[in-house]
């Protein structure tokens, strides 16, 4: 839109054409903010659950200590608290410590990164730990969909952990017929990782999946989130599991999520999914379930040459 006089009185198509650019700026701004909301709910809840396993734990070692064997019905949490205080009581004084564990960023004088268990997941497909050793040679990420590969080179440098990671989960087939279930039209993000996801527009669990650890933020000084920026969703502070999303035009999003890797090809399938909406029964801020659903066949990870 050309440059207008201060002093010049606006025809009625600029007022019209104002009035749309404030209202897709405010959409953003409140899909923006909807996201960031969801985010600190689930940092608050992993929070509490977090606590509730140190509690729990601590009462199972002074379960065993004193010999009262059925104290475990004292703890009033489901089957998943009870595993966990009837598991620690073996653990004995260090159970409390390896409750509060938390990952270890990049080191390079080891080459390694220190993964954790995720106490506090929701929906769990566990494949295992990733190997602490990890490459920060150049690799390639491709996402194979039903809609057409996506392709993107991986920030080893920059975030080796969160790239070991993800080699980790494609060499054990993790993606492999996972749906993206998040999509945002005005709040351009796909976002996709959540193994078990229907992403049908009705299953609340939808986005509380994970791999049962995780990891240290990298790479969030002066991060952005424009177009073809690849980057992890996550729950709060170093708590990115296999969740990510995939950035399709300006987000605005604050330096929270750890950008990992940049699309090189397949952006335009997000494009056309995009221009198709979501299904009903999504967030109330303009993202939700994908209509057009996008599948993830398999990933693989390969070295560049």
């Known amino acids: 839109m050309a440059d207008r006089h201060p002093a010049a009185r606006p025809s009625e198509t600029d007022s019209q054409e104002d009035a749309v650019v ?11 903010e909807h996201y960031e909301r969801q985010r600190q709910a689930r940092v608050d809840r992993e929070q509490k659950a977090r606590r509730t396993a140190i509690i729990g734990t601590t009462t199972a070692v002074v379960v065993v200590i004193g010999g009262i064997v059925a104290a475990t019905a004292l ?19 260090s159970a409390t410590a390896a409750a509060a564990e938390e990952p270890k960023p990049y080191d390079p004088a080891t080459g390694t990164c220190g993964y954790v268990a995720d106490t506090a997941s929701g929906q769990v497909k566990n494949v295992g730990m990733p190997p602490a050793k990890v490459s920060t040679a150049p ?6 969909t039903t809609l057409g590969d996506i392709v993107a080179t991986l920030d080893t440098a920059k975030a080796p952990c969160t790239a070991n990671s993800f080699r980790f989960l494609a060499s054990k087939n993790y993606f492999d ?6 999509l ?11 193994p078990l996801a229907k992403a049908d527009g009705k299953n609340p669990t939808d986005g509380q999946g994970g791999p049962g650890y995780r990891f240290v933020d990298e790479n969030l000084e002066g991060a952005k989130y424009d177009r073809g920026v690849l980057a992890m969703a996550n729950s709060g502070p170093n708590t990115n599991g296999s969740q990510f999303f995939i950035v399709f035009g300006d987000t605005g999003l604050n330096p929270a999520y750890t950008p990992f890797g940049t ?6 399938i997000i494009d056309k999914v ?5 299904l009903p029964g ?11 659903p996008v599948e993830i066949k398999h990933v693989t990870i390969t070295g560049k040459s």
């Open 177 to 182: 017929n996972t749906k993206c279930h998040r």
């Open 22 to 32: 404030t209202g897709k700026d405010r959409q953003k701004q409140l899909a923006r």
């Open 263 to 268: 699309v090189t090809k397949g952006l335009g």
């Open 184 to 194: 945002g039209t005005d709040f351009p993000i796909l976002q996709c990782g959540d």
């Open 75 to 93: 703890l009033g949490g489901n089957d998943d608290d009870v595993a966990t205080a009837s598991a620690s009581a073996s653990a004995a004084p």
């Open 139 to 144: 690799e390639t990420m491709t996402i194979k």
């Open 274 to 278: 995009a221009k198709q909406g979501v």
């Open 282 to 292: 999504g967030t109330g801020d303009g993202t939700g379930a994908p209509k057009e």
